[in-house]
């Protein structure tokens, strides 16, 4: 009783409208608190089994096929990260299945039309840029011969379900755009499935 008598008198030398605001206050603080076996009980179980190799967690299922990456209803993302850096970033993106989004910064697009034929996805070279920026990369994509628009610049194939492997059919345009990288690797090797959230 002599908590609630503390209550009464703390209640009474309010003025009346605070008064209603610590009683709102209490009641938020007593719902929040709970009771933590209750909580507990509702959660669901969560399964601990080990990751396969090959897959990447936190991600839509891997692909067994690139054909399926370029058709899969999903969006998904690709790029080799190497410590703080990372290459471009690929994005088939579901609403356009015949075209491959290129990040190189949140400011700085390229896209570049795509075929998925049999086990690999042929991507075609085209300078189409959105850049808020006149990144060194950007004046390179711009500089390149305008005889390359439309020849095959990348090939992916799926090296396993989560890892795509890059052939590039035009190694001077390649050599030409990574050196613009400046110390970045823009179009590496190998891309690998993304994490939701990786932007670039």
Request: proline share 7%.
């Amino acid at each position: 009783m002599t908590i609630l008598k503390s209550f009464e008198t703390f209640f009474h030398a309010l003025p009346a409208g605070r008064c209603m605001a610590v009683i709102c206050l209490m009641g938020l603080w007593l719902v929040a608190c709970g009771d933590k076996e209750s909580r507990q009980h509702q959660r669901p179980a969560q399964d601990h089994a080990p990751t396969p190799v090959g897959t990447v967690t936190g991600v839509i299922p891997g692909y067994d096929a690139a054909a399926e990456i370029v058709r899969d209803a999903v969006r998904s993302v690709w790029a080799e990260r190497k410590e703080e850096t990372a290459s471009l970033a690929l994005h088939f993106v579901p609403e356009q299945p015949d075209t491959v989004s290129v990040s190189f910064s949140p400011e700085c697009w390229l896209e570049f039309p795509c075929r998925a034929e049999g086990d690999a996805i042929t991507v075609y070279w085209d300078q189409r840029v959105d850049s808020k920026y006149e990144f060194e990369f950007v004046k390179s994509v711009r500089r390149a011969d305008p005889a390359y628009r439309g020849k095959p610049f990348m090939v992916l194939t799926l090296l396993n379900d989560s890892t795509l492997r890059a052939a590039y059919p035009i190694p001077a345009l390649v050599k030409a755009l990574n050196s613009a990288g400046q110390g970045r690797t823009l179009f590496p090797e190998t891309f690998t499935l993304q994490r939701r959230g990786f932007f670039r």
